[in-house]
């Protein structure tokens, strides 16, 4: 307890820009909570099939992808905040474009173009550029909590937008007004919410750009070895998380369950806050036994419970083991990001969060489709065995290759203890 106080307290000495990417991660998260699940109800209400469902969610990552490298490779020549501006600028197109827009092939393309984010988790254009920002607000030691506090506030935000999600259910019933303008009145909401993140950014302050960034020098140089092995297991991981993402689990209660959106929402909802404390448990957690270590040893156990879900005779049954797998499957996202800006030199955070959040996207852009397709056989949940397996193969070879490289806190508090430990044993044998 006194661990999560001071990470709370710690708080106010930070600069600005951390308190301003926070906020920017609140509104955006509050976003992508409650269209995450309008857009499978959407799509449902545009009787679009689970495999065209599958391939909008895809399309949404391959994009989210390819604009996600760029943004790393060219934030520090363009200027960080320029480059969030931007994005916020395609977030406020792709909610009006959804919103007046109902053919397949017209959504795909603003799907893959747009920010539209189907996982309403950490697949994001404007997550690199935030995460290289964040650690150079704080010490190192104080830098997982940051993340968790940063991840904290996003997944409270996402939990509250799935519940906010039941808002249309209950304008139809209150006004009877047609399921589909209002679902489009929702995406015009999250275009609106863009402006909003637009305005945060520009009170980012000059400390936030890169240092005389070089215009000769290469994204990835002496990281590029670490970061492309970890960019490899975490494909395994996203690939087992695309057929997962939030709204397909959605299509596949109302498929498997006959649930309404507004409930749906209220799962997610709980879901969520399950999710979001565990962010703070989990800085506690790393700064006893390490950072892989917390990543892989509370990922495990959710994987079974994942793959438990399907098996569940009833709704509530299967509703009670996903709410206990998010309270543990997400306690790895600040870890994990906190790890990754550990171990790479500080002038490539941005580029070192973009590869490894590509590969985190390209690889989950895959699962939707095959997740759609698998659930239009049949409803039983296939999606989520195939989910659970894999990510417990990510977790025992992420364990295999790097519990051994530690980040600078954990090699600081081990010569310490050495340290320690030889001035005791010193101190006896004079004695003796």
């Not at 550029?129 to 940051?146: K, M, W």
């Not at 959710?302 to 399907?310: E, G, M, Q, R, T």
Request: net charge positive; aromatic share 10%.
């Amino acid at each position: 307890m006194s661990h999560l106080l001071t990470a709370w307290s710690s708080l106010r000495g930070q600069r600005t820009d951390a308190h301003v990417l926070m906020a920017t991660r609140v509104v955006r998260s509050f976003g992508d909570g409650f269209v995450s699940l309008v857009l499978a109800r959407y799509l449902v209400e545009l009787d679009f099939s689970g495999l065209q469902i599958g391939l909008v969610a895809t399309a949404t990552l391959l994009g989210t992808s390819v604009a996600t490298l760029l943004v790393g490779a060219l934030a520090d020549r363009l200027g960080r905040r320029r480059v969030l501006l931007a994005a916020a600028v395609l977030m406020c197109g792709t909610g009006v474009g959804f919103a007046t827009s109902s053919q397949f092939v017209p959504l795909l393309l603003i799907a893959l173009v747009g920010t539209l984010n189907p996982t309403a988790g950490d697949v994001s254009v404007f997550l690199p550029v935030e995460q290289a920002i964040l650690p150079q607000t704080v010490s190192d030691r104080q830098r997982t909590a940051l993340f968790a506090r940063y991840n904290l506030g996003g997944a409270l935000a996402a939990a509250c937008g799935a519940l906010f999600a039941g808002v249309p259910g209950l304008l139809e019933h209150a006004f009877g007004w047609p399921t589909l303008d209002i679902l489009r009145g929702m995406f015009l909401l999250y275009a609106a919410f863009a402006v909003l993140v637009a305005m945060l950014y520009s009170r980012l302050s000059p400390q936030a750009e890169v240092a005389a960034p070089s215009a000769s020098r290469v994204p990835l140089g002496r990281s590029r070895a670490v970061v492309f092995q970890l960019s490899a297991l975490f494909a395994v991981d996203a690939f087992a998380g695309g057929l997962v993402v939030q709204s397909l689990l959605a299509f596949w209660l109302f498929e498997r369950f006959g649930l309404s959106l507004g409930q749906a929402g209220a799962i997610f909802f709980a879901a969520g806050t399950a999710a979001a404390f565990s962010y703070l448990v989990a800085a506690w957690v790393a700064e006893r036994i390490g950072l892989v270590n917390t990543m892989v040893f509370t990922h495990l156990p959710s994987n079974v419970l994942l793959a438990l879900v399907p098996l569940m005779p009833t709704a509530w049954l299967a509703v009670a083991f996903l709410i206990a797998r998010y309270g543990l499957s997400q306690m790895d996202v600040p870890t994990r990001q906190s790890y990754v800006m550990a171990v790479v030199d500080p002038e490539e955070r941005a580029a070192a969060a973009s590869v490894t959040g590509v590969s985190r996207a390209l690889a989950s852009a895959t699962g939707p489709a095959l997740a759609g397709f698998l659930l239009g056989l049949t409803t039983f949940g296939i999606p989520l065995l195939l989910a659970g397996a894999l990510k417990s193969l990510y977790d025992f070879a992420l364990l295999a290759k790097f519990r051994a490289l530690r980040p600078p806190e954990e090699r600081l508090a081990a010569t310490s203890g050495t340290r320690w430990q030889q001035a005791t044993s010193d101190r006896q044998r004079k004695d003796a």
